[in-house]
């Protein structure tokens, strides 16, 4: 469960205006790399956005950022709700701007946070809940069709059908959808969220019409459409709470684009929601990033592509220049690394306590010496639900933070 169940609106420190999104054309789907740059050591800093896989203080996208004296900007908060180091849970979609990445022997290279934004895609009820075998499959929050895979936190009471919910995640190819990180129930929210890809535009009406083409934002006066806000455009609506999918009334509208885009290091983690190419130029959305895939091999071959993507390279003037593309192995990407110190121990049931997480040991490699009363463990598992750690090792770390 979120912490802060009461949700209000601040208005994004990030809503500037946008040109406009790149539209699809047709071609196979593959990927490919070259070997230069890259998000390591040196340079002026890094950025990173994604979801949070560990904590200790918050590893994202293979970094581990210390963000005890980082600037946090929650979108879902206001003055009234101040953002907190204990709103990055794992499974939280950041975006990080911090110091160049140290590489170390062991374990994910570091770096230390100046800047850290946090923010949900869908805040609205569930709908047409298709279940799995062990869990959801799938769901629908105000139109947009939520996916769910092995390594999406879910809530430790699961999900039904009419319960309110706030949704994280990564965008899917076209931009009618997410497939979600993180998706918790929250009670009553003063507003409901949504992200997607403007599909039309009735300025004589006010009227927005979001992919998949049957959610319509009505946008009255006072509100105005941000500059070049057109067909393709990636948007983040404020909405009232409403189930009424054709006449859903905005209350903000904001451009939805990367926050950080000075020149640094930069490792980014997504699906592509966006693609042109013209003449050499190959450039796609990478979430809410734009990046300029020119100089990867093949790149013009990528439309199509639907899998989990990382992307290294450098900012230039706004555009994250791609130096290395691969694509991410999805079962890789559902391990949960913790550090810190353990609490209520119960050798019985083979359980602790770290990060306010039950971290469950039965099935895991324990280090020789671990006491569980050391100052740090260091622990490798997967979340099995919003409070809840399957170790797969347990071990002794000087590196707590």
């Not at 975006?95 to 160049?100: F, I, L, N, Q, T």
């Amino acid at each position: 469960m979120l912490r802060h169940l009461k949700l209000v609106w601040a208005a994004p420190l990030w809503a500037i205006a946008l040109a406009g999104v790149l539209h699809g054309c047709g071609g196979g789907g593959q990927t490919a790399s070259n070997n230069t740059g890259g998000v390591g050591s040196g340079g002026t800093g890094s950025y990173t956005n994604g979801p949070i896989s560990g904590l200790g203080s918050i590893i994202v996208n293979g970094v581990r950022y210390d963000v005890g004296s980082a600037t946090l900007l929650g979108e879902d908060k206001d003055t009234g709700d101040l953002p907190s180091a204990d709103d990055l849970l794992v499974g939280v979609t950041v975006e990080v701007e911090g110091s160049a990445v140290t590489a170390t022997a062991s374990g994910p290279g570091t770096a230390t946070a100046a800047q850290v934004r946090y923010a949900s895609e869908l805040i609205g009820r569930v709908g047409s809940l298709v279940q799995g075998a062990s869990r959801p499959a799938s769901f629908v929050v105000l139109g947009q069709t939520v996916t769910v895979n092995a390594s999406t936190v879910l809530p430790d009471a699961g999900l039904s059908d009419g319960a309110d919910v706030v949704v994280h995640g990564l965008p899917v190819q076209g931009g009618a959808g997410v497939t979600a990180t993180r998706v918790d129930v929250v009670s009553s929210p003063v507003f409901y969220k949504l992200s997607g890809v403007v599909d039309a535009i009735d300025t004589a009406n006010r009227i927005i019409t979001l992919r998949p083409g049957n959610v319509r934002v009505r946008y009255l006066l006072p509100l105005t459409l941000p500059a070049g806000v057109q067909p393709g455009s990636l948007l983040r609506v404020r909405l009232q709470p409403s189930v009424d999918l054709q006449n859903l009334r905005a209350t903000q509208l904001d451009v939805r684009q990367s926050f950080f885009t000075g020149e640094r290091e930069v490792r980014l983690e997504g699906r592509l929601s966006g693609y042109s190419v013209t003449g050499t130029t190959v450039r796609a959305y990478l979430g809410t990033t734009l990046v300029d895939l020119s100089a990867i091999p093949g790149a013009a071959t990528l439309s199509n592509q639907t899998g989990l993507l990382e992307v290294k390279g450098r900012f230039q003037n706004g555009v994250l220049v791609a130096t290395e593309l691969e694509e991410e192995d999805e079962a890789r990407t559902r391990e949960t690394e913790l550090y810190g110190a353990p609490s209520l121990h119960n050798p019985g049931n083979k359980t602790f306590t770290l990060r306010g997480l039950t971290i469950d040991y039965r099935t895991a490699a324990v280090g020789a010496n671990v006491t569980f009363n050391e100052p740090c463990l260091k622990v490798k598992g997967e979340a099995v639900s919003a409070s809840q750690v399957r170790a797969a090792s347990v071990q002794r770390d000087s590196g707590c933070r």
